[in-house]
């Protein structure tokens, strides 16, 4: 991401153009919520669908508030030990101007603050796929409001806020590999070590139940990470945001493709489920890359991502943590995989004259650097996310009951489900339909 001051000969005038640009920008990185809950209830059976859409949507009502009254001034406000950032006036935002501009930038400071609260608001809902089928709603509406607190504004400032400490060392991360992926698939992992496996996890088949939605949702997220990549240079002057919009594009195609040979090889057939991971996998490696390599260089981190991470979903298996939806597989392999890749592939052309090994770094300056951002990001959310879920899960519980879980978390936690079948046809139609349901909620197995 472009960092939050820089110096400028003169002082700047807002501009139109990159403030309807940013705004726009704001508006598909919030698109990528809903698409994100699309993506996520897809993946999840029948019975477990409202439940995550709701973890995501519950997301932009929580990091809202709280980015308005006190996360925006944590993030970006004036630094205090390259840990920690504090601006009294944006505390609700009652200091702010609707004309201030951000910095020496052209756009407003509220364009800066909404922008970023997108970002804010997408991470902690990435952690919910993780958690499929078995958290008490309230207990996941806590957990975001202090993981958001804890973990998400401190590391947001880290990375981007002037002053933090990954920031200050030169760190890159475009526009969210470590602050937004890391961050959510560390989080993800240290609270499934908290809470346990499903009922009948490695034992029940678990496939999504729709797939046509989990391909709306991939979609909604590709279009939306233009915003959500592009976006985060602020304005596109000099054309790195559009370096970093083509560059999204291309390693998106390439994991997918990537993803699809490797399960064609492994597996012996091309899933839709596949390709719509590996876009994802792209999505993820590129976001802070893609303003350091060029576009050779993309192809070759969504390759490389498609692959790796095709090969990590198979690890909850192999190591028995039962990780839903595949976030630590995809958003923190991916996250951790493109931020390494800029210590080899950024060719000191884009964001910055910073250059990786395979451009003429033989010192391995920036791959050391990178590893620092990956190592202390990781490392932080992992422990604390999990010592959150451990407070939780100890107080108001963090868990559905067993019965709950197997005859369905929409109906226990929503007393709702996701299709009601009740008017499709006549008695006959009826009890074909809601017989079976019925004997196998008795069973107490996936209906």
Request: proline content about 3%; overall charge negative; glycine content about 14%.
């Amino acid at each position: 991401m472009a960092p939050a001051i820089t110096l400028a000969a003169e002082a700047p005038k807002l501009s139109a153009a990159n403030t309807g640009f940013m705004l726009i920008c704001s508006a598909l990185v919030m698109l990528m919520t809903p698409g994100l809950a699309f993506f996520y209830g897809g993946m999840v059976r029948v019975k477990s669908t409202l439940n995550m859409l709701m973890m995501s949507f519950i997301s932009l009502g929580i990091v809202t508030i709280l980015w308005v009254l006190y996360g925006f001034s944590m993030a970006f406000g004036t630094d205090s030990g390259s840990l920690i950032g504090w601006n009294s006036d944006w505390v609700g935002l009652t200091g702010v101007d609707k004309g201030e501009l951000w910095g020496t930038y052209n756009i407003p400071l509220l364009a800066f603050m909404v922008f970023q609260l997108m970002f804010a608001i997408i991470t902690p809902a990435l952690i919910s796929g993780a958690l499929a089928d078995r958290v008490k709603f309230s207990a996941w509406a806590l957990f975001i409001a202090l993981w958001a607190t804890i973990v998400y504004f401190p590391v947001a400032h880290w990375v981007w806020g002037e002053g933090g400490w990954a920031f200050d060392m030169g760190v890159i991360d475009f526009a969210g590999g470590t602050a937004v992926h890391i961050n959510a698939g560390a989080a993800a992992l240290g609270v499934i070590l908290v809470i346990g496996k499903r009922v009948g996890f490695k034992k029940d088949p678990m496939r999504p139940h729709s797939l046509p939605l989990v391909m709306l949702g991939a979609g909604l997220l590709w279009f939306g990470w233009f915003g959500f990549n592009a976006g985060s240079w602020l304005g596109n002057d000099d054309g790195v945001g559009t370096l970093m919009f083509v560059n999204t594009q291309i390693a998106t195609a390439a994991a997918m493709l990537a993803w699809l040979a490797y399960e064609k090889i492994r597996h012996g057939a091309f899933t839709t489920l596949g390709a719509a991971s590996g876009a994802v996998a792209g999505l993820v490696a590129i976001t802070p890359a893609g303003g350091s390599v060029t576009p050779m260089g993309a192809i070759a981190v969504g390759a490389i991502a498609g692959v790796l991470c095709a090969m990590a979903v198979g690890l909850k298996y192999k190591f028995g943590f039962d990780d839903s939806l595949d976030v630590v597989g995809v958003h923190l392999v991916g996250g951790v995989v493109g931020s390494v890749l800029i210590g080899f592939f950024a060719s000191g052309k884009g964001q910055s004259e910073a250059t990786g090994v395979f451009y003429g770094d033989h010192k391995f300056d920036q791959l050391w650097k990178q590893l620092a951002g990956v190592g202390g990001v990781l490392a932080y959310s992992l422990i604390v996310s999990a010592i959150l879920a451990f407070v939780i899960h100890k107080t108001i519980g963090m868990r559905v009951s067993e019965d709950e879980e197997v005859t369905g978390i929409d109906q226990a936690e929503h007393a709702e489900t996701a299709y009601d079948f009740s008017g499709a046809g006549g008695g006959a139609a009826k009890t074909a339909v809601t017989a079976p349901v019925a004997a196998a909620a008795s069973k107490k197995v996936d209906a």
